[in-house]
């Protein structure tokens, strides 16, 4: 089993990655994800967990390009949602149903 990447991220903005001694970009981390590596990024000075951050940064930028995936009419319910403080449920039915999703995806070739 291939051990988790961690990425550090420096106050510059830079990441670097641990495993391969060399910095890397958004667009590296995206295709960590595509093909399904282990990672998580850290802040190089206090050590605090990154990862959802960058990974909100590369789906926003996806979002920008293209035909976006979540409509304003989802992002406002999803805000509305979030302040009302079911963060929990709201995030297990969308974990269930993206799984399903990408396994109706994957089958379908």
Known sequence: M??????????????????????VTQEDVRQLVLERVGFRVVDARSGADLTRTVLLQIFAEQESRGRPLL???????????????VQERVAGELERCLAEIADHASATG
Request: hydrophobic share 25%; net charge positive.
């Open 71 to 85: 409509s304003p009419d989802v992002l406002t319910e999803l805000i509305r949602l979030a302040d009302r403080g």
């Open 2 to 23: 291939q051990q988790e990447r961690v990425l550090k991220k420096y106050p510059n903005r830079r990441l670097y990655d641990t495993t391969l001694s060399r910095y």
